[in-house]
């Protein structure tokens, strides 16, 4: 697994490192993204900030992506095209991690969920759905 999280890790943005995401683990071949508490991602105090959540999350969908595409061996490029995020419960001082589900993957778009959560999986603090464009890299 070494190799693959070289790779995904490879493919976030500086943005990701920046706010201190990393690649905690992997479930199915899936990345779990995740980041610890600090000045960086806090909003008012004690609490996460919604921006750095809903980051986390789309870091999370991009990753899981990645590892999809490149499990089918697809060569593409994909771009956003819309996200819906649902705040479900304020984050607190704690490591939060977030979790990619490929719902669908066709020719030209995709469709992942995310679920973002802290100490309790089953306690979700935020979700999330994402649709990207697929497009074939050219040469």
Do not use: C
């Not at 995020?85 to 991690?97: C, K, S, V």
């Amino acid at each position: 697994m070494e190799e693959s999280t070289a790779r995904i890790a490879a493919t976030l943005p500086p943005y990701a490192r920046t706010m201190g995401m990393e690649i905690d683990r992997f479930e199915d071949g899936i990345p779990v993204l995740a980041y610890d508490f600090d000045k960086r991602v806090q909003g008012r105090p004690g609490f996460l900030h919604g921006g750095a959540l809903g980051g986390l999350l789309e870091m999370a969908a991009h990753a899981a992506l990645h590892a999809a595409l490149d499990e089918k061996g697809w060569v593409v490029h994909f771009k956003p095209v819309n996200i819906s995020i649902e705040y479900l419960r304020g984050g607190t001082p704690q490591r939060t991690y977030a979790l990619g589900r490929i719902i669908r993957a066709g020719r030209r778009v995709a469709n992942v969920r995310v679920d973002g959560w802290q100490a309790d999986r089953d306690k979700p603090v935020a979700s999330a759905w994402m649709n990207f464009l697929l497009k074939p890299r050219e040469g």
